[in-house]
């Protein structure tokens, strides 16, 4: 576990505390007051091994006054929590407010409890076409482009996106611990129709980050059921054509091989011969119909899926009012389709 003293009673003999430089009033003297009280609190509970009463202490200092020292002992308890991403992001202001008059020992203690925090978490370097964009990962508020700070996000998939002038431009992200991951939002220009969400697919090996538009399911539902009446067509009219066999098998039995032709076999069942006949005949072409059905089904998701599509046909697609009607029937079962 990342364990590392940074503050408050592991800097004897003074308090870790950061002094406001403003000119003393009223509501300053309160908060400061508060603020020392707070912090004092906060570090008793991590001593007495309450992380999350500390934790919850020092948040309210935070919210009063962000300060390295207590952006750092904040870190502390989420580290012993492992809530790694909060650590990362005080232990990253920490370092980046850290007081001169601190001793080195302290700060290299810092960067060591950051390296390690790090390595479980990824960070999301985020850029975006159009400044002033309010930036958000999972729907919590980033802050306005361009962002000055990395972005750290527990491991997993995030969903990135900027607004703007009421348009949106979205990512998903797919990230491991220990990597960075470029991430580009762009809004279309005035007089072309707003981009679709794009989809950020990841290289665990660099951590690389591809963004490709997203596409629609509607194309992949419409297949899946195709594959899925094709197989069941296959395997339903497989079963009735190895009925037919074996009946017919057994009319051939009964009639013999010349009984229908000398006369010798009953009219009935040699009628009865020839329709097991013909009703094999199909049910063996309808098993082979839903063969190659399901086939195209199954190979149509994949190209669907991964054949690559210029910017323009994307765009082109999405915007044109077309539409395309299709119907696949096997016997009596019928698959209809809109995309």
């Known amino acids: 576990m990342v364990s590392v003293a940074l503050c408050g009673a592991y800097l004897a003999p003074r308090v870790c505390l950061a002094e406001t430089s403003a000119a003393p009033n009223a509501t300053a003297t309160d908060d400061n007051a508060r603020l ?22 020092l948040s309210e200092a935070w919210a009063i006054r962000q300060t390295y020292d207590v952006g750092a002992m904040l870190a502390q308890g989420e580290i012993r929590l492992k809530r790694y991403r909060d650590a990362a992001e005080h232990l990253e202001f920490a370092l980046s407010h850290f007081a001169p008059v601190e001793s080195e020992q302290t700060l290299e203690q810092m960067r060591t409890a950051f390296a390690e925090v790090k390595a479980h978490v990824a960070i999301l370097k985020i850029s975006v076409n159009r400044p002033g964009s309010e930036i958000q990962v999972d729907g919590r ?49 005035a007089s072309a129709p707003v981009p679709a969400p794009a989809v950020v697919s990841t290289n665990t090996a660099s951590g690389a980050a591809d963004i490709a538009h997203q596409r629609s399911l509607v194309p992949v539902i419409i297949a899946g ?20 066999a074996e009946t017919l098998a057994q009319l051939k039995d009964k009639n013999g091989t010349t009984g229908c032709t000398d006369g010798t076999a009953a009219p009935a069942d040699c009628s009865a011969q020839l329709d097991a006949a013909h ?25 669907y899926w991964f054949w690559p599509r210029s910017e323009h046909a994307t765009e082109a697609t999405r915007s044109s009012g077309f539409r395309v009607r299709g119907a696949v029937g096997i016997g009596n079962i019928s698959v209809f389709g809109e995309f």
């Open 36 to 57: 020392q009280a707070l912090f004092r609190k906060g570090v008793k509970a991590f001593d007495a091994g309450k992380n999350e009463e500390a934790v919850q202490i």
């Open 141 to 189: 508020v980033l802050g306005v482009a361009p962002l000055t700070v990395p972005q750290f996000v527990d491991p997993g998939v995030h969903t990135i996106q900027a607004q703007s002038n009421g348009e949106s431009a979205s990512a998903v992200a797919n990230v491991d611990a220990g990597n960075e991951y470029p991430v580009e939002l762009r809004f279309a220009a």
């Open 225 to 244: 059921t195709v594959a899925a009446v094709g197989t069941a067509g296959l395997i339903g009219f497989s079963l009735a054509a190895s009925s037919d």
């Open 279 to 303: 009703r094999h005949d199909k049910h063996q072409n309808l098993a082979v119909a839903s063969a190659i059905i399901g086939a195209v089904g199954v190979v149509a998701i994949p190209i």
